[in-house]
């Protein structure tokens, strides 16, 4: 069997260190472009999981393109209700997709669309469905306005989507992270560290990520027999600020686990204001490893989005060729990244 490449095994070929080469994998700052230009090509060439993937799916799509004949295709719709910031996960993500469908021959147009969009079922104006060859959602989570969407009769991909609680998926592809298993696997690890006050903050009706990441929360606390205690959980959308719900708390659980990081950090800057202190008297942890996270020391689970990009144009590309397939709803790996927040002094932060 193959080796496995680790971040260290790419580390030592380049005489670099292993903070280095993470940095330059997990998209972060710190590092000269020329440094981490070489970081990735040595990444391909080794055959890092992650960039091993990533080059088989771009050399797939050339050969599809020589196979049709390069040139222009169409055009794509990218459709969302609100525009990304460097920390959000899709703004990485959406860089990646567009050179990979700029190489396969299509333009991709933003169109934002608004509470007014939402209510009424209308398209945005700018958005004309006959000029578009294909639609990729993001932020899109009302589900009347995705079966609108969905009705419009073209090809259509939404990252995450609609809460799917009440057993109804949209027809439609879909693509998300994997939510479950990293979870999982802390909340097993912090109830054998004795951590068996487990709180989740985050409203899981907002999106199916968000309610997948809830049921493994809940799940992984059923399976290890350990009692949920509701008043530590902030889930529904109750109307609640995170401040007054944290105020309202006669104690505090042992564990936060959160929806997302921006959620874990407003929740510890309203802990650490009224004098309790991460992780010494809470330990909390996010998802998705934004920018921020390591600024705060945040256990938080990280997202492969160039794996995310690369699939997402697989999969909107196959469908634009073949529109009778099966719908298909895809997973990508996720891994969880330990520091501070749950670590304390116990050890070094840890990424698998």
Request: aromatic content about 8%.
């Amino acid at each position: 069997m193959k080796k496995k490449v680790t971040i260290q095994d790419i580390a030592d070929e380049l005489g670099l260190s292993r903070n280095t080469v993470s940095k330059a994998i997990n998209n972060t700052e710190g590092i000269s472009d020329s440094t981490r230009e070489k970081i990735l090509q040595k990444a391909v060439e080794m055959g890092y999981k992650q960039f091993s993937y990533v080059q088989s799916q771009m050399q797939a799509q050339q050969k599809e393109a020589e196979v049709e004949g390069c040139g222009y295709h169409g055009e794509l719709a990218l459709l969302t209700t609100k525009l990304f910031s460097q920390s959000h996960f899709a703004s990485v993500m959406m860089d990646r997709f567009h050179q990979e469908m700029a190489q396969a021959g299509y333009t991709l147009n933003t169109h934002r669309v608004d509470k007014e969009n939402i209510v009424k079922l209308s398209l945005p104006r700018t958005l004309q469905t006959s000029r578009v060859s294909g639609l990729i959602c993001f932020e899109l989570f009302d589900y009347r306005y995705g079966e609108m969407l969905c009705s419009l009769g073209l090809p259509i991909l939404f990252v995450d989507g609609p809460c799917k609680r009440k057993g109804k998926s949209l027809p439609c592809d879909q693509l998300y992270m994997e939510n479950t298993v990293e979870l999982t696997r802390l909340v097993r690890d912090l109830l054998s560290r004795g951590k068996r006050k487990i709180g989740f903050l985050g409203n899981w009706e907002h999106c199916q990520s968000f309610y997948e990441r809830y049921l493994a929360f809940r799940n992984a606390m059923m399976m290890e027999g350990a009692p949920v205690e509701e008043r530590f959980l902030l889930c529904h959308n109750k109307g609640l600020e995170i401040d007054r719900f944290l105020s309202e708390l006669k104690s505090m659980p042992d564990v936060f686990l959160c929806a997302n990081d921006f959620v874990a950090m407003d929740a510890m800057a309203v802990l650490r204001k009224r004098g309790f202190r991460v992780p010494d008297d809470v330990l909390f942890c996010g998802f998705d490893d934004s920018p921020e996270s390591r600024l705060h020391s945040l256990t938080t689970v990280h997202i492969h989005t160039q794996i995310m990009a690369c699939e997402a144009a697989r999969l909107l590309l196959s469908r634009i060729r073949e529109p009778s397939l099966d719908y298909r709803t895809v997973y990508t790996e996720t891994y969880l990244i330990e520091r501070e927040s749950t670590l304390g002094s116990e050890k070094e932060p840890q990424a698998t």
